[in-house]
């Protein structure tokens, strides 16, 4: 069974980077589809990223476009999420979520939350001076 774990949130200043990890165990990432999705309080969860299992396809919320970079190495069976430019808007909890059905990740699609199986923990990101 598909384990995920997140890492690498904290506490940025506005302007700042930060790369998110969600590191997988009991499966290969590479045979996943996989989203990094960010909530805050009262509000849905929102699409930030994804990438397909082929890495061949990424796409960016439109919040998040030209800021954030996703990419994964599969030798360490990570995924990874590099958010430069950071403001104070980003400050949530970042998850990542895979799925290993239909290709889910596709340019200017809408890869839904619910479309994702396995889930980790979560990261808190906060953006603040």
């Known amino acids: 069974q598909l384990h995920l774990v997140e890492s690498g949130g904290g506490l940025v200043q506005p302007g700042g980077s930060l790369r998110l990890s969600c590191e997988a165990s009991g499966s290969t990432l590479d045979t996943y589809e996989i989203g990094w999705f960010r909530q805050t309080p009262g509000k849905e969860r929102e699409g930030v990223s994804c990438i397909s299992r082929t890495s061949d396809i990424t796409d960016y919320g439109n919040s998040v476009k030209g800021r954030f970079t996703i990419s994964r190495d599969n030798a360490k069976n990570t995924v990874y999420l590099q958010m430069n430019s950071l403001k104070p808007e980003d400050t949530a909890v970042y998850y990542c979520?895979?799925?290993?059905?239909?290709?889910?990740?596709?340019?200017?699609?809408?890869?839904?939350?619910?479309?994702?199986?396995?889930w980790g923990q979560g990261t808190q990101v906060t953006v603040s001076s």
């Open positions: 979520a895979a799925d290993w059905g239909p290709p889910l990740c596709s340019v200017g699609g809408t890869w839904s939350p619910d479309e994702f199986a396995s």
